[in-house]
């Protein structure tokens, strides 16, 4: 691993299950809640001591809803990861909050243990689409819990908004934007619906989903014209009000861009803590077995009996690879030098500063144009791509058919 390093944290836990969301989540029991606290806690405890000598630089609890977990559970959380790793006294430090399940007690003691980004899932502005999607709050209760933010001393809050939702208009969506805009945050992240199987969503709209990629008529989601309209709205109205466009999603004032994704972009080292988290340690990628019972058991085990006897438990022995791995993981993927250079491309890509030839021969001991040579003049003969002074990134036609231009950085496929 590198010598700095980002954690993600993941909190499963969530008042009410959203009928699209097919993250790894769910309402569960306080017994359950304080079993996997003390479980994460095991973990955090045995990976900070892995990972010492690394420093952290970023950190994101995710979830789930981790403010949903009461205020001594999660200072727990919070304690432990501060006891367990070397925390950078600068290092960015996110936790996911949705609308109505925090306190000011709460958002106090996030900023005791060094919590210095709240991202806040507000999702729409209209009551009739927040209904629509199942979320537990109103406009209402969201501006509440941003203003509480605010006295508690949070100057860095991203607000997180959805759009292409069942009978949205562009005047439904403008409504939304103006609304945030009024607020000023520091950050802003915009995303798609996505129709997942296995949702209650995918039951109600999934003939739409099929209609729409056929380029039918769609009778409640927007169709694919409207879907890029409302896209290409939200990036002018944005950018017309001072928030810059760094990534595909995602837009932030000056200064404000999230240090934690761009680790994920520019492949940095990073340990995910919890059920199903995911990590990058050097060459190997793993995530946490995403069974909740399974994962506790682990954990147990080694509380119990200590590393070596989690080592030699049958379900962690199949588990072999050079470098860095859990013995949480459900597997364990060693990258090869291919696989590499395509997360380099289509990960860097998707920054609109994009990438340089300078890093990529940095990494790789050899120049861009001998491997993606032909890919490049193609691109940038469809006008998808700029090379500019050693840099080489997506023009707005580009962004626009992000996932057409990314697809060609996937070598012999």
């Not at 590198?2 to 954690?7: G, T, V, W």
Request: glycine fraction near 8%.
């Amino acid at each position: 691993m590198k010598d700095r390093i980002s954690l993600y944290v993941h909190i499963p836990f969530c008042v009410k299950k959203c009928g699209y969301c097919d993250f790894l989540s769910g309402v569960y029991d306080e017994r359950t809640q304080a079993r996997y606290v003390r479980s994460l806690c095991e973990e955090i405890r045995f990976l900070g001591a892995a990972a010492s000598g690394h420093t952290v630089s970023t950190v994101y609890i995710g979830g789930g809803t981790p403010t949903w977990l009461d205020l001594d559970a999660m200072e727990t959380v919070l304690r432990t990861l501060r006891e367990a790793f070397s925390v950078s006294c600068d290092a960015e430090m996110t936790i996911e909050c949705n609308p109505g399940t925090v306190t000011a007690d709460k958002l106090q003691m996030y900023r005791m243990y060094g919590c210095n980004r709240l991202s806040i899932g507000l999702q729409s502005a209209k009551e009739s689409e927040l209904r629509l999607l199942g979320r537990i709050h109103t406009p209402e209760r969201f501006l509440h819990t941003y203003d509480m933010a605010r006295k508690a001393g949070f100057s860095n809050i991203n607000v997180d908004l959805m759009t292409g939702l069942p009978g949205q208009t562009l005047d439904d969506l403008l409504y939304t934007l103006e609304y945030v805009l009024r607020l000023r945050p520091s950050h802003i992240s915009t995303y798609a619906l996505m129709i997942e199987e296995g949702t209650p969503f995918f039951e109600r709209y999934g003939e739409d989903v099929k209609r729409r990629e056929a380029g039918e008529k769609t009778l409640a989601l927007p169709d694919e014209e409207l879907e890029y309209r409302l896209y290409k709205m939200t990036q002018y109205v944005l950018e017309e009000n001072g928030y810059d466009r760094y990534e595909i999603s995602n837009y932030a004032r000056q200064g404000y861009a999230c240090e934690h994704n761009c680790a994920y972009w520019t492949r940095g080292d990073y340990l995910g803590l919890g059920v199903g988290a995911a990590s990058l340690a050097g060459k190997n990628r793993g995530s946490n077995v995403s069974d909740l019972e399974e994962y506790m058991r682990r954990c147990s085990l080694l509380a119990e009996r200590g590393q070596e006897a989690l080592w030699q438990d049958d379900a962690v022995k199949k588990l072999q690879a050079d470098g860095f791995v859990s013995p949480f993981w459900d597997g364990v993927q060693t990258l090869s030098r291919q696989d590499e250079m395509e997360e380099f491309m289509f990960l860097g890509l998707r920054m609109n500063r994009g990438v340089t030839r300078r890093d990529f021969e940095g990494a790789f001991g050899c120049r861009i144009d001998g491997i993606y040579g032909e890919v490049l003049k193609k691109l940038r003969e469809e006008e998808m791509l700029v090379t500019e002074n050693g840099r080489i990134f997506l023009t707005e036609r580009g962004r626009d058919l992000s996932n057409y231009v990314l697809a060609h950085f996937l070598l012999g496929r």
